[in-house]
């Protein structure tokens, strides 16, 4: 059973970088994208962007310029970072695995980041 | 970007009833069409893909349909477990967009 987990600060001061984990288990991370999924508290899904294993990224247009994305194969994981955040970026931040013919079929649990000073 | 208008925003049900969730693409998505739930508090939890598969143990009650730019979430009889938002959302090209949401819940 593929399980995915977020880490990281849970809050972060206005301007600074959002900088999230997402570790992986029961299945080697290598051959999927991996996006990252944000929902602020009582709204809908916006994608943020996604990673390949080889390092290959797709953005959201949206947030393109303040964000970048990395994967570590050897340790199974996969990053995000968010530079020059707002109070806007405070959300529930999922990673996700983007299967190729399931789309989003496996979802961490989720991680709350509040953006404040 | 592919904008998705779920139909209606809300609904209100009662359990054993037939419920239809309509999604529209901006544009020709094929079947690249995707339908989620989401509980209060939990992760959205894949349902059906590409238009019409059901997700593995998914119960079979849930089904979907469409191609093109208009697409159908059914649940055949409302049980209590299925009071939720769903999403649907769209794999044929990136950035990746989910339609609003429609909260389905007790009537």
């Known amino acids: 059973q593929v399980q995915l987990q977020e880490s990281g600060p849970g809050l972060v001061k206005p301007s600074e970088t959002l900088s999230l984990t997402c570790t992986v288990s029961g299945d080697s991370i290598s051959d999927y994208y991996w996006s990252w999924i944000r929902q602020p508290a009582g709204k809908g899904l916006e994608w943020i962007g996604r990673?390949?294993?080889?390092?290959?990224?797709n953005y959201n247009p949206s947030l393109k310029s303040r964000v970048a994305m990395s994967v570590d194969t050897s340790k199974n994981h996969f990053s995000l970072n968010l530079s020059s955040v707002t109070a806007a970026d405070t959300a529930m931040y999922y990673c996700v695995r983007d299967h190729p013919a399931r789309p989003f079929d496996y979802w961490g649990q989720g991680i709350l980041v509040t953006v404040s000073s | 970007d592919i904008q998705l208008t779920q139909s209606p925003s809300s609904l209100s049900a009662s359990v054993g009833d037939r419920v239809t969730i309509t999604c529209r693409a901006s544009?020709?998505?094929?079947?690249?069409l995707n339908w989620y739930q989401q509980k209060p508090g939990k992760a959205p939890k894949l349902l059906i893909y590409a238009a019409s598969t059901l997700q593995s143990g998914v119960p079979s009650r849930f089904s979907g349909s469409g191609s093109g730019t208009d697409f159908t979430l059914t649940i055949s009889s409302l049980q209590p477990e299925d009071f939720a938002t769903y999403y649907c959302?769209?794999?044929?090209?990136?950035?990746?967009?989910f339609g609003q949401g429609t909260k389905v819940d007790v009537k």
């Open positions: 544009q020709s998505i094929t079947n690249y």
């Open positions: 959302q769209q794999s044929y090209t990136t950035p990746r967009t």
């Open positions: 990673i390949y294993t080889t390092g290959s990224t």
